[in-house]
Structure formats: structure tokens, C-alpha cells
């Protein structure tokens, strides 16, 4: 049974660090790209960081420069460092993986990726 299992998530006040990891298992082979989706209370769900298994990674521009996806292939797992937190960086946070040939960018702004995790609430608050 595929599962994506995210955690990290929780209350932080603005400026500050969080890191988000979501570990892959059950998959008969390794998923070609995976994202990290927020969605918060009203919004839209926003691809916020893709990346491949070449380590080609896509950013929204809303993150870019603040957080960093990587990921560790022994683990299976992959990270979302996420710094300088702002208020609007507030939502549930979802990693999702597909096996498709996608690029990052098309993972996470033109897809529907078919395997999710159960997400992880960020709280940025002071």
C-alpha cells in the first residue's frame, strides 16, 4: 500500500524555521517527481516546491529564496526547509507524488498528483 507520511508541521511565530519531511514507502518503483502542496482555509491548493528524482526542483515564486526542498534517497524521504516564515505561509501542507513523467514545474502547477500524504497543519502566528 502506497503511503505518503508528512510531519514537521506546527506553530512558529514570522521569521522563524520550519523543516517538513514525508516519507514514501510501498511504491514498487520510485516516484519521477515530489511536491509539497499548501492549502489554507478559503484558497485555492498552491504547488509550493517540486522535485525530481534528478534533483531538478521547482519553486513558487511565493517561497522562492525562503525555503529549500531536497531529498534523501535512502530514506525516501524528502524535506521542506522552510525559513523566514511569514502569516501567509499559514496552511495545511501536503506531499504528493506521482509516477508519471512529469517535470517539477508540471507537478506542482499543472497536475493532479494521484498518491497524497494526510497533511501536516503550519501555524505562523505571533
Known amino acids: 500500500q502506497v503511503q505518503l507520511v508528512e510531519s514537521g508541521g506546527g506553530l512558529v511565530q514570522p521569521g522563524g524555521s520550519l523543516r517538513l519531511s514525508c516519507t514514501a514507502s510501498?511504491?514498487?518503483?520510485?516516484?519521477?517527481?515530489i511536491g509539497w502542496f499548501r492549502q489554507a482555509p478559503g484558497k485555492e491548493r498552491e504547488g509550493v516546491s517540486c522535485?525530481?528524482?534528478?534533483?531538478?526542483?521547482y519553486y513558487a515564486n511565493s517561497v522562492k529564496g525562503r525555503f529549500t526542498i531536497s531529498r534523501d534517497n535512502a530514506k525516501r524521504t524528502v524535506y521542506l526547509q522552510m525559513n523566514n516564515l511569514k502569516p501567509e505561509d499559514a496552511a495545511v501542507y501536503y506531499c504528493?507524488?506521482?509516477?508519471?513523467?512529469?517535470?517539477?514545474?508540471?507537478?506542482?502547477?499543472?497536475?493532479?498528483?494521484?498518491?497524497w500524504g494526510q497533511g501536516t497543519q503550519v501555524t505562523v502566528s505571533s
Open positions: 510501498g511504491f514498487t518503483v520510485d516516484p519521477n517527481a
Open positions: 504528493a507524488a506521482d509516477l508519471l513523467p512529469y517535470t517539477p514545474q508540471a507537478l506542482c502547477t499543472k497536475s493532479t498528483p494521484k498518491h
Open positions: 522535485i525530481r528524482y534528478d534533483d531538478t526542483t
